[in-house]
């Protein structure tokens, strides 16, 4: 498969401060890109997405950023709070091309109260 | 209105078996589409569906396959289970053909094979 990753990156943060989740994307051609929140035992639900003739986009309390230079793309969470606390994956495609289709590894998001 | 419902929650099968995982799209949603995800990784797409008809299709083995019913619900059918089966399978609908756009997901089937 095309998502890789064993051990799934950690990030621990303060609530009340901001968090930045960042990803490596794969495939310099996606013009596509979503996040997603997975919390424990339920589906990836949407928090924002972006497309590649963009390079920002702010949603209530979330900004992504995308760097199609170094095939980069972040996610910022202001005023991080418990209910924050999740895994969070990064997804891309390619236009309408199915078997594009490509989830990063996630990382996790710990919010320390 | 209700989201994704997916069935069953949990499943345990043991290895050769065939087995069945269903879901019902969010009333009005035409497209569904299939992930697995392993334990610790991100989901890998398997299938699409949209309007009954296949769509898409990503780098599984023909052992893995689905339909659409009438209804616009879906089936996945794993045969010949093999160990590396097991994961949560996901299933995501929504009211456009295009891949990933406004997906909403269920909480998935966790399938663990023994």
């Known amino acids: 498969g095309e998502s890789v990753g064993l051990h799934l990156p950690t990030l621990s943060v303060q609530e009340g401060d901001n968090s930045i989740i960042n990803c490596a994307y794969s495939n310099s051609a996606s013009d596509y890109f979503i996040w997603y929140k997975q919390e424990s035992g339920k589906g990836p639900q949407f928090i924002i997405d972006i497309r590649s003739n963009m390079d920002k986009r702010q949603g209530q309390r979330v900004t992504v950023l995308l760097n199609k230079t170094v095939k980069h793309l972040s996610l910022q969470i202001a005023a991080t709070q418990p209910g924050d606390s999740a895994v969070y994956f990064c997804a891309e495609n390619i236009g309408t091309s199915y078997d594009k289709v490509i989830f990063g590894p996630g990382t996790s998001l710990s919010v320390i109260p | 209105d209700a989201g994704v419902t997916q069935s069953p929650t949990h499943l345990i099968k043991t290895r050769g078996q065939q087995v069945t995982l269903r879901c019902s799209p969010i009333s009005g949603h035409k497209s569904v589409s299939w992930y697995q995800q392993v334990l610790g990784q991100g989901p890998q797409f398997i299938f699409q569906?949209?309007?009954?008809?296949?769509?898409g299709r990503g780098n599984f083995p023909d052992r893995f396959s689905a339909r659409q019913f009438p209804n616009y619900s879906s089936e996945l059918n794993v045969n010949a289970l093999l160990l590396g089966d097991s994961a949560l399978y996901l299933c995501?609908?929504?009211?456009?053909?295009?891949?990933?756009?406004?997906?909403?997901f269920g909480p998935g089937t966790r399938l663990t094979v023994t």
């Open positions: 995501a609908s929504s009211s456009a053909s295009d891949p990933l756009y406004e997906q909403y």
């Open positions: 569906y949209y309007e009954k008809e296949e769509r």
